[in-house]
C-alpha cells in the first residue's frame, strides 16, 4: 500500500532554531510536495520537487528551504523558525506528468514555534 | 490565476440527510478536478476525482460532476453517516509555471450527528 511517513506528528521549538521535518515515501514517486494547511486557508505550497536535487518555489517559500538528495526522501527546513511558521505541514508526493494522478499525503506534523 | 472556492463550513447534518458541499473553480485550459478527505488527525485522502467535462467522479456513497458550463464539481452523497465526519477539501490540477500543482479550496468541515 501506497507510504508517505513524516518523521514527528508534534514539534515545538523556539523561535530562531533551525527546524528539519523529513518526509519519506514508498512509492518510488518522482514529484514530492511540501504544504503547510492553516485554517481558513486550506492547504498552500511551500515547494516542489520533481526529481532528486531538483526543487521548485510555490506559493509561499519564503523562511523555508529544501533538500532531496534521495528519491524516497523530501526534507523542509525553517533555517530561523518565527512564530508566524506554527501550522500543520503536510508532505506528498505523485508520479509525473499526468494531472489526473492524485497526490498521496502523510499523517502531517503539527509544529508550534513559541 | 487557477483558484478554488468551497462554501464555508461547520455544515452539520443528522444520520441519513442528503449532503451538498459546493465548489467552483477558475482555471485555464482543462484542469482536473479531485476531492480529497480529511480525518481527524490524519493526512488528506483522495475522495474521487474527474478529469474532463461531464465525467462523475464516484467513491464510498459520494459523487460529484465536472460541469465545465458552470465551472463547477460539487460534492453529494444521498444519505450521510456519523463515520463521514471530516474536512472535504476541493482542489484542481493543472499545469502551470511548467509543472503540475493541486491548488486546493478552504476546506468545508461536515460535522454528522446520530
Known amino acids: 500500500d501506497v507510504k508517505v511517513t513524516q518523521s514527528s506528528r508534534y514539534l515545538v521549538k523556539r523561535t530562531g532554531e533551525k527546524v528539519f521535518l523529513e518526509c519519506v515515501q514508498d512509492?518510488?514517486?518522482?514529484?514530492m510536495f511540501w504544504y503547510r494547511q492553516d485554517p481558513g486557508l486550506g492547504l498552500r505550497l511551500i515547494y516542489f520537487?520533481?526529481?532528486?536535487?531538483?526543487?521548485e518555489k510555490g506559493d509561499i517559500p519564503e523562511g523555508y528551504s529544501v533538500s532531496r538528495e534521495k528519491k524516497e526522501r523530501f526534507s523542509l527546513i525553517l533555517e530561523s523558525a518565527s512564530t508566524n511558521q506554527t501550522s500543520m505541514y503536510l508532505c506528498?508526493?505523485?508520479?509525473?506528468?499526468?494531472?489526473?494522478?492524485?497526490?498521496?499525503f502523510g499523517n502531517g506534523t503539527r509544529l508550534t514555534v513559541t | 490565476g487557477n483558484s478554488v472556492t468551497q462554501m464555508e463550513g461547520p455544515v452539520t447534518l443528522s444520520e441519513e440527510a442528503f449532503l451538498t458541499i459546493n465548489c467552483t473553480y477558475t482555471a485555464t485550459g482543462y484542469p482536473s478536478l479531485f476531492w480529497y478527505v480529511q480525518y481527524p488527525g490524519e493526512g488528506l485522502q483522495l475522495l474521487l476525482k474527474?478529469?474532463?467535462?461531464?465525467d462523475k467522479g464516484s467513491n464510498k456513497g459520494f459523487e460529484a460532476t465536472y460541469r465545465k458550463e458552470t465551472t463547477s464539481f460539487h460534492l453529494e452523497k444521498g444519505s450521510v453517516q456519523v463515520s463521514d465526519s471530516a474536512v472535504y477539501f476541493c482542489?484542481?490540477?493543472?499545469?502551470?509555471?511548467?509543472?503540475?500543482?493541486?491548488?486546493f479550496g478552504a476546506g468545508t468541515r461536515l460535522a454528522v450527528h446520530p
Open positions: 520537487s520533481y526529481d532528486v536535487k531538483m526543487k
Open positions: 482542489a484542481l490540477r493543472s499545469k502551470s509555471g511548467g509543472y503540475n500543482k493541486l491548488i
Open positions: 512509492m518510488d514517486h518522482e514529484n
Open positions: 506528498a508526493s505523485s508520479t509525473p506528468g499526468q494531472g489526473s494522478s492524485p497526490l498521496h
Open positions: 474527474a478529469t474532463k467535462a461531464d
